[in-house]
């Protein structure tokens, strides 16, 4: 029980939604970069592939906006009304609550940005493959899309209980 008496509710509540976005941005950038990487290589020997390129360049960026969607809904339903979060291990609760999307996040973006490098690839040889080649990186971001829908039915039940 000190464990949970060292931070207050409030803090704990931060620490979780501060870590699911952190998580969701350090990803996102690490995943785009590699991603536009090799974007960058196709669309300096064909310009006119860059609508083709631009989705699969874009797409490891949803998981920053996950973790922003994760640090909001902390905020609205738990940091503006601080008598929700005078328990600690309620704050403790919506910190773990927050990790499926903090962890998920930062790691699917990543894979999603190197799986993204080979859709691109592809597009530059095969320009009329792109409508197949954004199935690859797409099929990542499925895990990150139920990191969301995780850490939010465990939020909605937090927010019930109290």
């Known amino acids: 029980m000190k464990f949970f008496l060292f931070f207050a509710g409030t803090h704990w509540a931060l620490m979780g939604a501060g870590t699911a976005f952190i998580g969701g941005a350090i990803g996102s950038s690490m995943g785009i970069t590699y991603a536009a990487n090799v974007g960058s290589g196709v669309l300096a020997e064909d310009p006119d592939k860059f609508g083709r390129i631009l989705p699969i360049v874009a797409m490891p ?8 969607i994760t640090a909001f809904l902390v905020w609205t339903f738990f940091l503006r009304d ?53 199935i690859l990186p797409a099929l990542v971001e499925t895990y990150a899309v139920l990191s969301l829908i995780i850490s939010m039915l465990f939020l909605l039940n937090i927010k019930g209980q109290v």
């Open 61 to 68: 960026g949803t998981q920053g906006i996950y973790g922003f």
């Open 82 to 134: 601080p008598k929700l979060l005078a328990d600690p291990t309620v704050g403790f609760q919506v910190f773990l609550a927050c990790m499926p999307v903090a962890f998920a996040c930062l790691v699917s973006a990543i894979f999603q940005g190197l799986t993204g490098t080979g859709a691109a690839s592809l597009i530059g040889k095969r320009p009329e493959a792109g409508g197949r080649a954004i």
